[in-house]
């Protein structure tokens, strides 16, 4: 199971048999619209708070997940999620709704690997026939509690990122049909001393290296093995710092596809969200949403998601704190 | 596809120092535009404080008030623009193309006043609204304070200023 340092081998290849994308309105006047389940026109989603908008969010990824895999509510055995409020309520909340056994997660915005890495090791290891794993965000709660009131005029700089709004779910079980997840890094703490909130991609971009370079030593990959390799949420700034640090380690990344899902989730040149997408959301919902229709219909065979993940809290960096970064690599496969 | 297996497994970890990753990320960053932010923030809040003026001798012409009269319902009218525009939506857009053009003036303060409020409305009219509105506005009215203290006493010892 346990391959290299950090990397675990599912060799029962647990598949995705369901997953659920919902969005705001933002994502969904961005490029990868089509492959959203649910977009929602207004940010408010005709809630009273924007907490109560982040946990519709989740709850209806939810709902969906479980609908595509065929399966009802009462035959999940374990859901793990997570996400940016503080102590993790969308989830926790969703959780209640869903009334099966759950295990809160925090990785920021690594949460959506860290939770879909550990409900594979769940299901790969016996644990159990039906896991989910979700997370969430939201561009308003995200600013209420990292940054300033939504409304507030503060100008951003070009380093700064977009919160996604949107809830990403995928179930996984035993057996199925659908992509399958056949290993995943779990990325240890890198901290290079960035301690600018506007600049998270910058600090989480030699976490992301880190991870992919020790997913390639633990498994004997190589990035040519996958058609495409996806960072989380780098975003303009980090994914081109990530890109040349891999340039300079020697790793060959022109044999892949080397994207980012804070990238490809907006159309950078118009819509006004500065360096690119960030939050749990943003690499759950290209996950969910747009990688895994394009395993399933064949135009991708391979693909490493790493979710990358600032660790601060709206306390550490007003306490001059640099930010821990973290990414989880999670190996998607076509199934069968 | 894949590599030669001698070439596997032998990716050399990251050997960077904090200085060293700082430097590189740096020189990585979006640069930014310092003289356009200036100008743009020197043609916005020219622009504001030309919209107050108007009013203020809108309100001598139309009610007769001397300037001094006029200046409070001067300030009255700004603040409610700003707080209308914050509660649409708009001042943050604004500000965001404007920067310091729109935070400066008197509607700058408004509008971390407003939009602190209604963000906080969802906790209640007691700590939401009322514990939350001066979050960003107090430290503008503590320094402000303290800046006008120091000031004071500077006039004191230098003996200028004052009646």
Known sequence: ML???????????????????????????????????????????????WEKAERLLMEQAADI?????????????????????????????????????????????????????????????????????????????????????????????????????????AVLAAEGDGPVVTCATIGKIVDLGIADPFNMGAAMAPAAVDTIQTHFNDTGRVPGDYDLIVTGDLARVGHQIAKDLLERNEVPMD???????????????????????????????????????????????????????ALMSPLSFQQKETIPCIAHAVAIEKGG | MAGKAADKGKYKNMTMSSKEYKAFAKSREPGRSVLKNCLRAFVVGGLICVIGQAIQNGYMAWLHLTSTQASGPTVATMIFISVVLTSLGVYDKMAQWAGAGTAVPVTGFANSMCSAALEHRSEGLVLGVGGNMFKLAGSVIVYGAVAAFFVGIAHIILGTGGQ
Not at chain 1, 10 to 26: E, H, L, Y
Request: charged share 20%; aromatic share 8%; net charge negative.
């Open chain 1, 3 to 49: 391959r290299g340092k950090q990397t675990w081998w599912f060799d029962k290849r647990p598949v995705i048999i369901g997953s659920g994308a919902v969005v705001g309105p933002d994502e969904g006047e961005g490029p990868l619209a089509e492959d959203f389940d649910l977009i929602h026109p207004e940010l408010d989603l005709q809630q009273k708070s």
């Open chain 1, 65 to 169: 997940a479980v609908k595509q895999s065929s399966i009802e509510k009462h035959d999940l055995q374990f859901f793990i999620g997570g996400d940016l409020l503080n102590q993790i309520i969308s989830n926790s909340f969703t959780a209640r709704e869903l009334g099966v056994p759950y295990l809160g997660v925090f990785g920021a915005c690594s949460t959506s690997m860290e939770s879909l890495a550990l409900a594979s090791m769940i299901v790969n290891s016996g644990g159990a026939q039906y896991v989910m794993a979700g997370t969430c965000s939201h561009n308003c709660t995200a600013e209420k509690q990292f940054r300033y009131p939504t409304e507030y005029g503060s100008q951003k700089p070009p380093t700064a990122q977009y919160t996604v709004t949107g809830a990403g779910a």
């Open chain 1, 255 to 309: 044999d892949t596809v080397f994207n980012d899902c804070g990238l490809m989730i907006y159309d950078l040149e118009k819509q006004g969200v500065q360096a690119g997408g960030s939050g749990c959301g943003c690499s759950a919902v290209v996950t969910y949403g747009h990688l895994l229709k394009r395993i399933k219909n064949g135009e991708l065979n391979r693909v490493l998601v790493v979710a990358t993940g």
